[in-house]
């Protein structure tokens, strides 16, 4: 079986001349689970939309199940598409639409313009909208109005949306930046679990090292542009962090990071 990406000498080069991605060379299996750290403005994000096929890279090869997407057509580039599920740090939901809308969204790479329209006034494939919300422990806010959950429901709301999509690729990125700290793990260990119930590829752009550390067996540090390194999280070292970082001490609960270094058997500490 092909890798699910291979990516080689990745470059992106903005208008404005700034390099946001600098030769990255990566790949990454079908099913596995991988958490990006790095500071803000590392480049995590724009590679995750050279992942989702929303953004071009300036040099090097994108390759989707063994295909180098660069020669696909619009219409093969848009069925690739349909293979990566995106759920983004506001979750890019319509807040004064129902939930059941936003969760049918789902449906929208592979729906006509016109049954699209016709849920907006009927929801189409209700059954579905409740089943996904169900698996996401929401059910009963099936009709309510989106913008009045709280921050881990609409979360939620994004995850149900990508079941219903059911793409083969699940590209999180800050998925849990706007919650409540008390529901970031819960909502990393659910797209964590159902990303392995389905064996689907789950990759994660985490703002929160411990959170990383302690839920993923694979874990790439991105600065500059560039990957620092590629290790499981037992390998990550204290000194790794400090580069990675670079001064940056607000990313990391050093409090909580201690403790899941030194269950890891790293136990020299960091401090600030």
Known sequence: MAPTYELKGLRKVFDDGSVAVDGISLTIEPGEHVAFIG??????????????LTLRPTAGVVRLGGVDVSGL????????RRRIGTIYQQGNRVGRLRVVHNVLAGNLGRWSTTKAFV??????????????????????????????????QQQRVAIARVLVQDPDIILAD???SSVDPSLAASI?????????????TLLLNLHSVDLALASFPRIVGI????ILFDLSPEKVTPEMLRVLYAGDDEAIDI????????????????RK
């Open 119 to 152: 849920s907006l006034i009927s929801p189409q494939g209700v059954d579905t909208a409740r089943r996904a919300l169900g698996r996401v422990g929401i059910s009963e806010k099936l009709y309510a109005r989106t913008d009045e959950l709280s921050g881990g």
């Open 39 to 52: 500071p803000s403005g590392a480049g995590k994000t724009t590679l995750f939309r050279i992942l989702n």
């Open 174 to 176: 800050e998925p849990v």
């Open 255 to 270: 409090e909580r990071l201690n403790e899941i270094l030194s269950v890891s058997g790293l136990c020299r500490p960091i």
């Open 73 to 80: 057509g619009e219409s093969e580039l848009q069925k690739a």
């Open 223 to 226: 600065q500059e542009g560039r």
């Open 188 to 200: 990393v260990t659910l797209l964590r679990d159902l990303s392995a119930e389905s064996r689907k």
